[in-house]
Protein backbone atom coordinates (compact mmCIF):
# COMPACT_ATOMS: atom_id res chain seq x y z
CA UNK A 1 0.00 0.00 0.00
CA UNK A 2 1.68 3.74 -1.03
CA UNK A 3 0.88 6.81 -0.29
CA UNK A 4 0.61 9.42 -2.79
CA UNK A 5 2.69 12.36 -1.52
CA UNK A 6 2.70 15.79 -3.58
CA UNK A 7 5.13 17.52 -5.34
CA UNK A 8 7.07 18.72 -2.21
CA UNK A 9 6.98 15.27 -0.67
CA UNK A 10 3.96 15.82 1.71
CA UNK A 11 0.63 14.19 2.87
CA UNK A 12 -1.82 15.88 4.95
CA UNK A 13 -2.47 14.75 7.94
CA UNK A 14 -5.27 15.26 9.84
CA UNK A 15 -5.85 14.28 13.29
CA UNK A 16 -8.92 13.42 15.54
CA UNK A 17 -10.05 13.28 18.99
CA UNK A 18 -9.86 9.42 19.12
CA UNK A 19 -12.97 9.25 21.75
CA UNK A 20 -15.09 12.49 20.54
CA UNK A 21 -13.85 12.73 17.18
CA UNK A 22 -13.53 16.43 17.50
CA UNK A 23 -10.89 17.26 14.25
CA UNK A 24 -7.62 18.92 16.59
CA UNK A 25 -5.56 19.72 13.78
CA UNK A 26 -4.22 19.31 10.04
CA UNK A 27 -0.85 19.28 9.49
CA UNK A 28 1.87 17.21 6.94
CA UNK A 29 3.90 14.40 7.23
CA UNK A 30 6.62 12.97 4.14
CA UNK A 31 7.47 9.62 4.20
CA UNK A 32 9.93 9.22 7.14
CA UNK A 33 7.49 10.80 9.16
CA UNK A 34 5.10 8.48 8.74
CA UNK A 35 7.42 5.83 8.83
CA UNK A 36 8.29 6.92 12.74
CA UNK A 37 4.80 7.48 13.29
CA UNK A 38 3.73 3.54 12.43
CA UNK A 39 7.11 2.28 14.29
CA UNK A 40 6.92 4.48 17.30
CA UNK A 41 3.08 4.51 17.40
CA UNK A 42 3.57 8.40 18.27
CA UNK A 43 2.50 11.07 15.27
CA UNK A 44 5.54 12.69 13.78
CA UNK A 45 5.36 15.22 11.40
CA UNK A 46 7.33 17.59 8.75
CA UNK A 47 7.42 21.07 9.54
CA UNK A 48 6.83 23.23 6.61
CA UNK A 49 7.85 26.68 8.33
CA UNK A 50 10.63 25.05 9.91
CA UNK A 51 11.97 22.18 7.41
CA UNK A 52 12.25 19.83 10.05
CA UNK A 53 11.32 16.57 10.76
CA UNK A 54 9.59 16.53 14.23
CA UNK A 55 7.44 14.64 16.65
CA UNK A 56 4.73 16.50 17.85
CA UNK A 57 4.81 17.73 21.44
CA UNK A 58 8.49 17.49 21.50
CA UNK A 59 8.21 20.36 23.16
CA UNK A 60 4.76 21.04 24.40
CA UNK A 61 4.01 17.59 25.55
CA UNK A 62 1.44 17.20 23.67
CA UNK A 63 2.45 14.14 22.22
CA UNK A 64 -0.10 12.37 20.03
CA UNK A 65 -0.49 8.43 20.31
CA UNK A 66 -1.96 7.63 17.29
CA UNK A 67 -4.79 4.96 18.12
CA UNK A 68 -5.86 4.13 14.12
CA UNK A 69 -4.63 5.52 10.78
CA UNK A 70 -7.43 5.97 7.82
CA UNK A 71 -6.59 6.27 4.16
CA UNK A 72 -8.99 8.08 1.58
CA UNK A 73 -10.19 6.96 -1.48
CA UNK A 74 -7.13 8.94 -3.98
CA UNK A 75 -4.34 7.53 -0.83
CA UNK A 76 -3.15 11.43 -0.81
CA UNK A 77 -4.87 12.32 2.71
CA UNK A 78 -4.52 11.01 5.99
CA UNK A 79 -7.34 10.43 9.10
CA UNK A 80 -5.60 9.61 12.43
CA UNK A 81 -7.29 8.88 15.82
CA UNK A 82 -5.53 10.36 18.48
CA UNK A 83 -4.96 10.34 22.36
CA UNK A 84 -2.89 13.51 22.99
CA UNK A 85 -0.94 13.72 26.01
CA UNK A 86 0.50 16.37 28.20
CA UNK A 87 -2.46 18.88 29.05
CA UNK A 88 -4.69 17.23 26.00
CA UNK A 89 -4.61 20.12 23.60
CA UNK A 90 -3.20 20.23 20.72
CA UNK A 91 -2.70 23.88 19.27
CA UNK A 92 0.19 25.73 19.70
CA UNK A 93 -1.97 28.79 20.92
CA UNK A 94 -3.05 26.69 24.16
CA UNK A 95 -6.73 25.05 22.50
CA UNK A 96 -7.66 22.00 22.24
CA UNK A 97 -8.09 22.30 18.57
CA UNK A 98 -6.55 24.69 15.91
CA UNK A 99 -9.52 25.40 14.23
CA UNK A 100 -11.29 27.76 16.96
CA UNK A 101 -12.32 30.65 14.76
CA UNK A 102 -15.71 30.74 12.92
CA UNK A 103 -14.97 32.54 9.63
CA UNK A 104 -18.51 34.73 9.12
CA UNK A 105 -19.43 36.70 5.84
CA UNK A 106 -21.24 39.89 5.94
CA UNK A 107 -21.59 41.98 2.96
CA UNK A 108 -18.68 40.11 1.27
CA UNK A 109 -16.57 40.85 3.75
CA UNK A 110 -14.94 37.90 5.90
CA UNK A 111 -14.33 38.17 9.81
CA UNK A 112 -13.63 35.81 12.26
CA UNK A 113 -15.68 34.93 15.18
CA UNK A 114 -13.98 33.21 18.27
CA UNK A 115 -15.65 29.76 19.63
CA UNK A 116 -16.24 29.64 23.51
CA UNK B 1 -9.27 38.06 7.30
CA UNK B 2 -7.04 36.45 4.53
CA UNK B 3 -6.95 33.01 4.05
CA UNK B 4 -3.52 31.75 3.91
CA UNK B 5 -3.27 29.85 0.08
CA UNK B 6 -0.01 27.81 -0.69
CA UNK B 7 2.06 28.01 -3.76
CA UNK B 8 -0.58 26.59 -5.83
CA UNK B 9 -3.20 29.17 -4.77
CA UNK B 10 -4.72 26.38 -2.88
CA UNK B 11 -6.16 25.75 0.95
CA UNK B 12 -6.83 22.22 1.62
CA UNK B 13 -10.76 22.01 3.10
CA UNK B 14 -11.81 19.10 5.46
CA UNK B 15 -16.13 18.75 5.16
CA UNK B 16 -17.04 16.91 8.00
CA UNK B 17 -21.12 15.80 8.38
CA UNK B 18 -22.44 18.89 10.40
CA UNK B 19 -24.74 16.15 12.46
CA UNK B 20 -22.43 13.70 13.13
CA UNK B 21 -19.05 15.12 13.00
CA UNK B 22 -17.83 12.07 10.69
CA UNK B 23 -14.85 13.34 8.49
CA UNK B 24 -16.18 12.86 4.93
CA UNK B 25 -13.31 13.94 2.86
CA UNK B 26 -10.12 16.38 2.91
CA UNK B 27 -10.45 18.29 -0.80
CA UNK B 28 -8.97 21.31 -1.98
CA UNK B 29 -10.48 25.23 -2.83
CA UNK B 30 -9.02 28.26 -4.79
CA UNK B 31 -9.61 32.04 -3.86
CA UNK B 32 -12.73 31.66 -6.72
CA UNK B 33 -13.72 28.51 -5.11
CA UNK B 34 -14.11 29.93 -1.24
CA UNK B 35 -15.91 33.12 -2.98
CA UNK B 36 -18.47 31.07 -4.05
CA UNK B 37 -18.93 28.83 -1.38
CA UNK B 38 -19.67 31.72 0.79
CA UNK B 39 -21.57 33.60 -1.88
CA UNK B 40 -23.83 30.64 -2.61
CA UNK B 41 -23.87 28.32 0.78
CA UNK B 42 -22.70 25.37 -1.56
CA UNK B 43 -19.00 23.96 -1.46
CA UNK B 44 -16.98 24.88 -4.46
CA UNK B 45 -13.58 23.22 -4.67
CA UNK B 46 -10.26 23.09 -7.12
CA UNK B 47 -9.89 19.72 -9.04
CA UNK B 48 -6.18 19.18 -8.62
CA UNK B 49 -6.65 16.38 -11.54
CA UNK B 50 -8.92 17.98 -13.73
CA UNK B 51 -7.50 21.85 -13.00
CA UNK B 52 -11.16 23.16 -12.96
CA UNK B 53 -13.37 24.93 -10.50
CA UNK B 54 -16.57 22.72 -9.52
CA UNK B 55 -19.32 22.62 -7.34
CA UNK B 56 -19.18 19.34 -5.53
CA UNK B 57 -21.82 17.46 -6.61
CA UNK B 58 -22.46 18.99 -9.61
CA UNK B 59 -22.70 15.32 -11.69
CA UNK B 60 -23.35 13.29 -8.35
CA UNK B 61 -26.10 15.34 -7.12
CA UNK B 62 -24.29 15.11 -3.48
CA UNK B 63 -24.35 18.72 -3.39
CA UNK B 64 -22.97 19.61 -0.11
CA UNK B 65 -24.30 22.88 2.07
CA UNK B 66 -21.84 24.73 4.36
CA UNK B 67 -23.22 25.59 7.50
CA UNK B 68 -20.24 26.45 9.17
CA UNK B 69 -16.72 27.49 8.23
CA UNK B 70 -14.13 27.50 10.91
CA UNK B 71 -10.35 28.39 9.64
CA UNK B 72 -7.07 27.00 12.01
CA UNK B 73 -4.10 29.17 13.68
CA UNK B 74 -2.40 29.45 10.78
CA UNK B 75 -5.50 30.36 8.30
CA UNK B 76 -3.79 27.83 5.92
CA UNK B 77 -6.93 25.04 6.55
CA UNK B 78 -10.71 25.08 6.79
CA UNK B 79 -13.19 22.94 8.42
CA UNK B 80 -16.30 22.71 7.07
CA UNK B 81 -19.63 21.67 8.82
CA UNK B 82 -21.73 20.62 6.09
CA UNK B 83 -24.74 18.80 4.95
CA UNK B 84 -24.81 16.60 2.25
CA UNK B 85 -27.18 16.83 -0.27
CA UNK B 86 -28.50 13.63 -2.97
CA UNK B 87 -27.98 10.18 -1.09
CA UNK B 88 -26.08 11.78 1.29
CA UNK B 89 -22.43 10.32 0.60
CA UNK B 90 -19.30 12.22 0.18
CA UNK B 91 -16.72 9.71 -2.11
CA UNK B 92 -16.98 9.20 -5.89
CA UNK B 93 -16.44 5.27 -4.75
CA UNK B 94 -19.79 5.86 -3.31
CA UNK B 95 -19.42 5.93 -0.20
CA UNK B 96 -20.18 8.03 2.81
CA UNK B 97 -16.50 9.08 3.66
CA UNK B 98 -13.80 8.76 1.52
CA UNK B 99 -11.59 7.57 5.03
CA UNK B 100 -13.30 4.02 4.61
CA UNK B 101 -9.80 2.44 4.67
CA UNK B 102 -7.57 1.71 7.84
CA UNK B 103 -3.93 1.59 7.13
CA UNK B 104 -2.15 -1.59 9.28
CA UNK B 105 1.46 -2.15 9.60
CA UNK B 106 2.70 -5.63 10.10
CA UNK B 107 5.93 -6.52 10.04
CA UNK B 108 6.80 -2.91 8.65
CA UNK B 109 4.68 -3.56 5.48
CA UNK B 110 1.38 -1.48 5.23
CA UNK B 111 -1.83 -2.93 4.41
CA UNK B 112 -5.09 -1.28 3.98
CA UNK B 113 -8.04 -3.03 5.30
CA UNK B 114 -11.47 -2.31 4.32
CA UNK B 115 -13.95 -0.63 7.17
CA UNK B 116 -17.57 -1.64 7.67
Redesign the interface.
Known amino acids: ?EISYDENGLV?V?A?DALT???L??AWANAEAMELT??TGDLHLWSRSRSELWRKGDTSGQVQKVL???????QD???LDVEAGGDGKS???G?KS??????E?HD?Q???VF?P
Do not use: K, N
Open positions: MPVQGEVMLTSSLRVDCDALLCHTRCFYRRVTGRRLE
